[in-house]
């Protein structure tokens, strides 16, 4: 989009949040009227960048993306604090470098954490050494130390219980599809029947596998 | 390029925070894959859960089964709670997604499937739209618009009857307030009228749309100071702040539990409000409705 000179940017902005204002707290109109004016502000030449100087680029990046995402929360909230005597962008502006100090303020240095990308995630993922974790969880479905896992079964089918349908999605990797195939009873049965009983387990669950 | 045609979407930067609780939900998973999943999985979540928080909903993510370690383990699960209204889920969807894929584990218990596109930094995540029936994928153009859903959430909201009864014991819902913040002095002073000194007051904008231009109206609920086996309602519609009459033909009616209107009235040229005056039994439910032209708004209430 093609910023539209700055006069009537301002003013497309200002109607916009006179116009979330008089729409009721909590109706769809203001909804959505507050999530094209949050559009519109990013999309604006004039928003800030608070302290830029003085951070790398790449942590820059990351406290900047956390200031604006508590100014948009800010805005929403306090919409009917904003004075239409000032510009929108004024306003914006100085909400931003108090987000941005308190950022900095929460997460000075030793708090900042590194965020993975979509191509790093399988391999930042597999730094937690998994393997006995999935240890853990084989061992308890083939010992099921109370014998509460097999307690219940799909109705007509003294086969397929909640031990069973586990051990074939997570030690043998089947697919509920592929269970659905094998054992001619439809995914919804199948997650239905194995998420009750997971909720059911959960106290049983929670000793052996936290 | 034209932004008129285009659906309403909405973008949140995904930094420390959203990170720092995905990456503690990853932890103790089975496998790189099952940890990768759970940590897009949270992202999505934390982007809807962020979106309805800006937008006054009362969210509970921590009491949701995509916080519950034990859970994650054995279910594919990205769900979000929200108070009174249910459990909405979000799915993500990688950059280059033209599907929505839903898996079987969640067709069950949710009020909506939201579809949630991330980028490949993992720095921004966009709503999209959403479902209220699963498939096993959805194409993303066969998805409703994010006004769609904010029509959707509203109604649900509204759809909850206000609880008068609690009102007595001073905990009253949002979206309502003192008349004072409302109305104009003189129709504060004219809703009194017909009201002891102590009765209990509270009024709520409502919104009739287009059918009203620029005009807003109020509807204020008055209560006795205590609640009775029998309670003393009265309901009245008022224009808001610098208007000093309804337009005609505003139509108030009261419905029974079985939405057979038992109660109407309408205003006329120059009517400063309008009002209805009526008991209802402790642990009744009946339906103010507010109507102009072709539009209306209803409210259900329980004393």
């Known amino acids: 989009m093609v910023a539209p000179p700055g006069d009537d940017f301002d003013r497309q902005l200002q109607k916009l949040a006179i116009e979330a204002q008089q729409h009721p707290p909590q109706s769809s109109q203001r909804l959505q009227t507050l999530n094209k004016l949050i559009n519109e502000i990013w999309q604006s030449k004039q928003l800030g960048h608070p302290q830029s100087g003085l951070w790398l680029p790449n942590v820059y990046e990351d406290l900047y993306n956390e200031a604006r995402q508590r100014t948009m929360l800010e805005i929403c909230q306090n919409i009917d604090k904003y004075k239409p005597q000032y510009p929108v962008m004024a306003w914006v502006n100085s909400l931003l470098r108090y987000q941005f100090i308190a950022v900095v303020n929460d997460y000075n240095n030793n708090r900042i954490i590194s965020l993975p990308s979509l191509d790093d995630l399988e391999r930042f993922a597999s730094q937690e050494d ?28 003294p086969d397929v219980t909640f031990k069973i349908l586990a051990w074939a999605r997570f030690v043998e990797d089947y697919s509920w599809d592929e269970l659905s195939k094998n054992l001619g009873i439809s995914p919804q049965t199948l997650c239905s029947f194995f998420n009750r009983n997971l909720r059911n387990l959960m106290p049983y669950l929670n000793r052996y596998l936290q | 390029m034209s932004k008129v045609t285009e659906n309403l979407t909405f973008a949140v930067p995904l930094s420390f925070e959203a990170h720092s609780i995905a990456q503690q939900c990853c932890k103790h998973q089975p496998s790189p894959q099952k940890a990768k999943q759970v940590y897009l999985n949270t992202l999505a979540v934390y982007a809807v859960d962020f979106y309805l928080r800006c937008q006054g909903f009362d969210t509970n993510w921590c ?17 979000l709670n929200i108070k009174y209204l249910g459990k909405l889920e979000c799915r993500p969807v990688l950059p280059d997604a033209e599907v929505c894929h839903i898996p079987p584990d969640v067709w069950e218990n949710r ?55 609690q009102w007595f014991s ?18 504060v002073e004219l809703a009194y009228m017909f009201r002891d000194a102590v009765n209990i007051t509270l009024g709520q904008q409502i919104d009739l749309g287009m059918e009203l231009g620029e005009q807003s109206l109020a509807l204020v609920v008055m209560l006795p100071p205590e609640p009775d086996s029998e309670v003393d309602i009265r309901v009245q519609v008022h224009p ?14 009261v419905m029974d539990e079985s939405g057979e209107t038992v109660l109407d009235t309408e205003s006329r040229e120059a009517d400063n409000f309008i009002q209805l005056h009526f008991s209802a039994e402790l642990e009744e439910r009946f339906t103010v409705a507010v109507a102009l032209g072709e539009t209306s708004v209803k409210q259900d209430f329980v004393i």
């Open chain 2, 63 to 79: 009491q949701s089964d995509s916080r519950n370690p034990v859970m994650l383990k054995f279910i594919d699960v990205a769900d």
């Open chain 2, 240 to 253: 808001m702040k610098g208007q000093t009459f309804l337009p005609p033909g505003v139509k108030l009616m």
């Open chain 2, 111 to 165: 009020i909506g499937y939201v579809a949630v596109r991330l980028n490949q930094s993992l720095k921004e995540a966009t709503l999209l739209g959403f479902t209220e029936k699963p498939a096993k994928e959805i194409h993303l153009s066969q998805l409703q618009s994010l006004e769609k859903f904010t029509e959707f959430l509203c109604q649900k909201r509204q759809s909850e009857p206000v609880n008068l009864r």
């Open chain 2, 170 to 187: 001073g905990i009253i819902e949002a979206g309502w307030q003192a008349i004072e913040q409302l109305l104009s002095i003189e129709k």
């Open chain 1, 130 to 157: 998994p393997l006995d974790d999935a240890l853990l969880v084989r061992r308890f479905l083939q010992d099921d130390p109370e014998n509460l896992l097999q307690a219940e079964s799909i109705r007509g089918r």
